[in-house]
């Protein structure tokens, strides 16, 4: 059978913010029906690769095209199709969830009765219904973050980019997701999914891509990069291809400016 | 690049959704968004319009001058009030990057912040020629339609100047860094204001010979409206086609230049704006400063708590905006001033040297006034993790470093400056009385204070009770310069008592500022350490207009 035609291509994509570049000549495809793991050490790129993906910044250079949309020209189709998960919640604080839910899905031009329906579901499950008239600005973190997951889903996008989307979830929350996103993929949806917890993203993902400093230094599935590093853990396989240092001397290090 | 056609239904979610947030005092930084704020500012824009509606009940104009004295001062008061609502308006990070990921057309977007920015700028158009539109009734040759006429043109002219202002935002977004273009506004309105007193002498120098009634103010746009406010009344408009045509060329071109690169790119370039700003700091400069505020606020805290007020001072746009536009104005006033800064022990010593040192008051209280204001105020939750003797610290230290940058700084200047022109005696005698007139400015005012420093969203209702503390101050500061001018200078041990006594008052009321501040710090605190939990029963909007859905 052949394999589905990829729903992000990039091709030598650099990007600077005005200074040094931050992502240093990318290429790699994402195909559909696979949740893909974005990894990589702090300032490594990662928020901003997922920020051109999704037509939020424009490229230097390089070719990028998603979901058939070549950007940024085809940025504003793209958006259409897409469901974002933002590193930082940025909400309107006066609003009630579902103030800011209508909005999306109306800015989507969703159909009112549809619209309704799907925040009702969504919000139920992720135990924010009986809250939908609070204002956002009274959530706590675990409940702004399921907004952004409701806002990102409401549309039903064909591709989700998430950053950080389990940021502040409780136990029970992070479990949900977890399952939606593979559930997701499962019916052939795009899933980019950025992450520093490293053992969701083994269990959660059928591919991973680990960027450092800007340069893709890895990609595979996580069982073929274990086995091509010989480690035990993706976060042994991380460490090893990011050159982490042992983290022992820097402990003692930080321990010998504090109080004994 | 992609501007994305116009998409009226979410032109429509998008100026409902700007005004529920103005509703909700969501982004109170913004006169427009603020209805208390604005309906204070319109109240006093009325009173304003009554120069030129005495003007026109004297009789001795014609309904023209009227309509070109206010369509001169509607043009004058609303660029600064403008270019500030613009730059909130327009490059606003936190907002953009909300809807950045959404697919809505840059053109969608900008065309519904322009029509929130439009219909403010009407708002203080009429609200300024309200009560000269009724007097021009009394004017010979004025139909009783002429309220009308000059309403509407008052209207078309505002909304011209939001239009041209926006133009002028879309060429420095083109010319500048996203990151910068506010602070390039507001330095290209200053340096507009500061033109003004030099036009003069520039027309000296050219020997031109400028007439009231000349055909070529046809090529201003004050001119345009009001002729167009003169549509159907007595009395001749001043419009020459000749000239009035290639200025409204000119004008076409800038707004529609400006406005096109804002629909290129624009929420991109607005949501990227934090990250592409760049910082640095000279690890020097602050070890001195902290070494300065250690000794003048006798803690750590203190200190620590006055380097990042002068840090943050500097980067907040906020607080920046306030201070340059109350000081730069009044400074270039005083340095342009016949006479020049000659000494004021002289017989003829300059009113501008008297003044000068209540203008570095004025900015000083100005800049404590704006501090508690912020677009950083999220990061306040750092002080509700200080322990009591920290936030003691960062009272004193707020007010050493404005007493440092206000007082310090500029009476050292003055001392080089004054004693390089004048001599030890009296320049020495001179900065002695500035520090002493500029530390008694904060004693005295220093307790004002709205907040502890950054800890407060911007607020447009505080732009006028920023104004009026400024405005009281000039006050002061002229009445003080006159007394300085017919009695203190005349003689110079009577300066020197005066510096003295200043000096004395300037501590006691120092002191009882700083404890006064040192009570408030902790009810200051519990105003933004709880949390409002109301709820919004009604949806964004009631009911989605049927036409739309």
């Not at chain 1, 390089?62 to 940024?72: A, D, I, K, R, T």
């Not at chain 1, 159909?111 to 992720?126: H, P, S, V």
């Not at chain 2, 017919?486 to 009577?494: A, I, M, P, Q, T």
């Not at chain 2, 004395?504 to 700083?514: F, P, Q």
């Amino acid at each position: 059978m052949m394999a589905p035609s990829p729903s992000i291509t990039v091709r030598d994509l650099r990007f600077s913010y005005g200074g040094p570049d931050i992502l240093h000549g990318l290429t790699f495809d994402v195909r559909p029906g696979e949740v893909t793991g974005l990894l990589g050490p702090n300032g490594a790129g990662k928020s901003t690769l997922l920020r051109i993906l999704v037509g939020i910044l424009d490229a230097s250079s390089g070719h990028v095209e998603v979901q058939g949309h070549v950007l940024p020209d085809g940025r504003l189709a793209l958006k259409q199709t897409i469901g974002y998960v933002p590193e930082a919640a940025e909400l309107y604080e006066t609003l009630s969830a579902l103030e800011f839910l209508e909005l999306c899905g109306r800015l989507h031009g969703m159909d009112e009765d549809l619209l309704q329906a799907r925040i009702e579901t969504l919000l139920t499950g992720f135990g924010l219904f009986e809250d939908r008239l609070l204002r956002l600005g009274a959530y706590s973190k675990g409940m702004r973050q399921k907004v952004l997951l409701t806002a990102a889903l409401l549309h039903d996008p064909s591709m989700l980019v998430l950053d950080e989307p389990l940021t502040g979830l409780d136990t029970d929350s992070a479990v949900l997701v977890k399952r939606l996103l593979s559930a997701l993929a499962a019916q052939g949806r795009t899933v980019l999914y950025s992450s520093h917890v490293l053992d969701v993203v083994e269990r959660v993902c059928s591919r991973v891509l680990i960027l450092n400093y800007g340069r893709l230094i890895a990609d595979g599935s996580p069982e073929a990069l274990k086995s091509a590093t010989h480690e035990a853990t993706l976060e042994d396989v991380f460490r090893q291809v990011t050159q982490a240092g042992d983290v022992e001397p820097r402990v003692q290090q930080m321990m010998s400016c504090l109080r004994p | 690049m992609s501007i994305g056609a116009f998409d009226r239904r979410q032109y429509v979610l998008i100026v409902r959704l700007l005004r529920t947030l103005g509703a909700r005092r969501e982004l109170t930084s913004q006169f427009g968004m603020h209805g208390p704020a604005l309906g204070i500012l319109a109240a006093l824009l009325v009173l304003l319009g009554g120069f030129p509606a005495l003007v026109a009940l004297t009789g001795r104009v014609t309904p023209r001058d009227v309509l070109m004295l206010s369509q001169t001062m509607t043009l004058v008061l609303l660029v600064p009030l403008l270019i500030a609502e613009a730059a909130d308006a327009l490059l606003n990070p936190a907002e953009a990057a909300v809807l950045a990921h959404r697919p809505i057309g840059n053109l969608t977007y900008v065309a519904a912040k322009l029509t929130y920015l439009i219909g403010f700028a009407v708002v203080v158009g009429l609200a300024l020629n309200a009560l000269p539109a009724l007097a021009g009734l009394r004017l010979e040759g004025t139909s009783r339609f002429y309220p009308l006429t000059h309403l509407a043109a008052a209207a078309l002219g505002a909304a011209f100047t939001a239009l041209a202002t926006c133009g002028a935002l879309g060429v420095l977004f083109r010319m500048v860094p996203a990151a910068r273009v506010r602070n390039a506004a507001l330095w290209a309105q200053l340096l507009g204001g500061l033109s003004l007193p030099a036009l003069p002498h520039v027309l000296n120098l050219i020997d031109a010979d400028i007439r009231f009634d000349g055909p070529y103010w046809s090529a201003l746009p004050v001119s345009w409206f009001a002729a167009l406010g003169l549509a159907g009344q007595g009395g001749s408009a001043l419009f020459v086609p000749a000239f009035a045509l290639p200025g409204m060329v000119l004008s076409a071109g800038l707004v529609l230049a400006g406005l096109s690169v804002l629909t290129q790119g624009y929420m991109i370039r607005t949501s990227t704006t934090r990250r592409a700003a760049g910082t640095t700091t000279s690890v020097r400069r602050s070890r001195l400063a902290m070494r300065l505020l250690e000794r003048l606020t006798g803690s750590r805290a203190g200190a620590g708590s006055g380097l990042f007020v002068m840090k943050m001072a500097r980067r907040d746009w906020q607080v920046r905006r306030t201070l340059l536009q109350a000081v730069v104005p009044l400074l270039l006033v005083v340095l342009t001033a016949r006479g020049g800064l000659r000494s004021p022990f002289e017989e003829d010593g300059s009113f501008a040297t008297h003044l000068l040192p209540h203008i570095f008051g004025i900015a000083m209280i100005a800049a404590a006034d704006a501090l508690a204001f912020s677009d950083h105020y999220r990061a306040r939750w750092i002080f509700l993790t200080v322990p009591a003797s920290g936030l003691r610290g960062v009272v004193r230290g707020t007010l050493a470093t404005l007493w440092l940058s206000g007082a310090a700084i500029p009476s050292v200047v003055v001392l080089i400056v004054a004693t390089a022109a004048w001599g030890v005696e009296h320049g020495g005698l001179y900065a002695a009385y500035t520090l002493a007139v500029l530390s008694c400015y904060l004693g005295v005012f220093g307790w004002a204070q709205r907040g502890l420093p950054f800890t407060r969203q911007a607020d447009a209702k505080r732009t006028i009770g920023n104004a009026s503390v400024v405005f009281l101050c000039i006050i002061l500061g002229v009445a003080a310069a006159i007394v300085q001018v017919v009695w203190l200078f005349r003689d110079v041990g009577r300066v020197a008592i005066a510096s003295l006594v200043l000096g004395a008052t300037a501590v006691i009321a120092g002191r009882t500022s700083l404890r006064i501040l040192e009570n408030k710090a902790l009810s200051l605190l519990a105003a933004f350490s709880g949390r409002d939990r109301r709820t919004f029963t009604v949806a964004l909007d009631e009911a989605e207009d049927d036409d739309l859905a």
